[in-house]
């Protein structure tokens, strides 16, 4: 077995649902959410016209350097397609300046993309003590792969990300974080936002750091792939995930196709974990020695090559309540255990959790009521 921990690198349940809300968002998050998302009494806002990335760029310029934060506002529906990076600093080339500032990029399905001819270059860098606010657009086909650091191949998150009604597509990092970087010490929050057909090294989809927040909100993590662990979302730091769909992302070699936490603690609340796949053990998610605390969520029809189709744990612990564990597969391994759930470390337990249909076993070993 091969595990692997990056350091850079209908009852009470919806009352918990909601109560795991109100305690667990991280205390950075909530301390700073009166900053941030640039547009507020005194800011800046400029618009862009469509299609114009010279006038994008600038307007990011300015919105760095106004003291009361900046609003760049896309048009509707446009399309913004960069040729060339904006600025090379310390971790690589990015299409758009590095956001030091109270940035906020604003638009109505507006799109800003990497054009498939251009040099690699992610979308957007912030910058630690940096904020940037993305709301109603898309940022598509970042490739962090080319000096400096390879993560982050939509944005690598530094300093502090929000993001509303947004998309993060079609971007690829050779090393943390296909869409999104959330590098140590940074904070991110998204809302109705969807992170999809991005590829990592460690995490495909979003890479959470050792030190890092991050609280996710509703929206879909979807056909993400990391060659490595985490292809949905590779967790380290301290995350919520709450009311997101977590489908149709693997890993390509290794642990967690939906979702890998080690190290940090990981909340997961009223959401769907479904038909993801991993190269190894856990197909929907593996613990590999986080406290991971799951309520109200639906983990189905995910496989592992390996043990652990819905759940496996090998570290730390494991409480889940109010769950359904169903249609889970485990492909092979040591006996061919654990179609839902598999333990070879740690502790799981069990809470009005329903675990059935999985297969070749619900739990291996038993716990509790579940058994072989």
């Given at each position: 077995?091969?595990?692997v921990?990056?350091t850079?690198?209908?009852i009470?349940?919806?009352?918990?649902?909601v109560?795991a809300?109100?305690?667990?968002v991280?205390?950075?998050?909530?301390?700073?959410?009166?900053?941030?998302?640039?547009?507020?009494?005194?800011s800046s806002?400029?618009?862009?016209?469509?299609?114009?990335?010279a006038?994008?760029?600038?307007?990011?310029?300015?919105?760095?350097n106004q003291?009361?934060?900046?609003t760049v506002?896309?048009a509707t529906?446009?399309?913004?397609?960069?040729?060339s990076?904006a600025?090379?600093g310390?971790?690589?080339?990015?299409?758009l300046p590095?956001?030091t500032?109270?940035v906020?990029i604003?638009?109505?399905g507006a799109t800003?993309?990497?054009?498939?001819s251009?040099?690699?270059?992610?979308?957007?860098?912030?910058?630690a003590?940096?904020s940037l606010?993305v709301?109603?657009?898309?940022?598509a086909?970042?490739r962090?792969d080319?000096?400096g650091?390879?993560?982050g191949?939509?944005?690598l998150?530094?300093g502090?990300?929000?993001?509303?009604?947004?998309?993060?597509?079609?971007?690829?990092?050779?090393?943390l974080g296909g869409g999104?970087e959330?590098?140590?010490?940074?904070?991110?929050?998204?809302?109705?936002?969807?992170?999809?057909h991005?590829?990592?090294?460690d995490?495909?989809?979003?890479?959470i750091?050792t030190?890092a927040n991050?609280?996710?909100a509703?929206?879909n993590?979807?056909d993400n792939?990391a060659v490595?662990?985490?292809?949905?979302v590779?967790?380290?730091?301290?995350?919520l995930i709450?009311?997101?769909?977590?489908k149709?992302?693997?890993?390509?070699?290794?642990?967690?196709?939906?979702?890998?936490t080690?190290?940090?603690?990981?909340?997961?609340?009223g959401?769907t974990?479904q038909?993801?796949t991993?190269?190894s053990?856990?197909g929907?998610i593996?613990?590999l020695?986080?406290?991971?605390?799951v309520l109200?969520?639906?983990?189905?029809?995910?496989t592992a090559?390996l043990?652990?189709?819905?759940?496996f744990?090998?570290?730390?612990?494991?409480?889940?309540?109010?769950?359904?564990?169903?249609g889970?597969?485990?492909?092979?391994?040591?006996?061919?255990n654990?179609?839902?759930?598999?333990v070879d470390?740690g502790?799981?337990?069990?809470?009005?959790?329903?675990?059935?249909?999985n297969?070749?076993a619900n739990?291996?070993?038993?716990i509790?009521?579940c058994?072989?």
């Open positions: 077995m091969r595990l921990t990056t850079r690198g209908f009470p349940v919806i009352a918990l649902a109560s809300w109100a305690l667990s991280p205390a950075s998050a909530e301390e700073n959410r009166g900053g941030g998302g640039g547009g507020g009494n005194g806002q400029v618009p862009v016209s469509c299609g114009d990335v006038a994008l760029v600038a307007a990011v310029t300015a919105a760095n003291p009361s934060g900046g506002t896309l529906g446009c399309v913004y397609t960069l040729t990076a600025t090379t310390a971790n690589g080339p990015d299409g590095i956001i500032g109270d906020t604003t638009g109505l800003i993309r990497r054009s498939a251009a040099p690699d270059f992610r979308i957007a860098e912030v910058a003590g940096g606010t709301s109603g657009i898309t940022l086909n970042g962090a080319a000096g650091t390879a993560d191949g939509g944005i998150d530094l502090r990300l929000t993001t509303n009604r947004a998309t993060i597509t079609g971007s690829t990092a050779s090393g999104i959330v590098a140590s010490g940074a904070i991110a929050r998204l809302s109705a936002t969807d992170v999809t991005n590829t990592g090294g995490g495909g989809g979003i890479h750091n030190q991050a609280t996710i509703s929206g993590i979807s792939t490595n662990t985490g292809g949905g590779a967790n380290y730091g301290q995350t709450s009311s997101v769909a977590v149709r992302n693997r890993t390509t070699n290794f642990e967690g196709g939906g979702i890998a080690d190290a940090g603690p990981l909340t997961i609340s959401s974990i038909q993801n991993a190269g053990f856990g929907g593996a613990n020695g986080s406290t991971l605390n109200g969520t639906t983990v189905s029809n995910n090559t043990n652990g189709g819905g759940l744990n090998h570290a730390g612990s494991a409480q889940l309540t109010g769950d359904s564990i169903t889970n597969t485990a492909n092979g391994g040591p006996g061919n654990g179609g839902g759930i598999f470390g502790t799981v337990t069990l809470n009005a959790t329903t675990v059935t249909g297969n070749p739990c291996q070993p038993s509790g009521t058994t072989t």
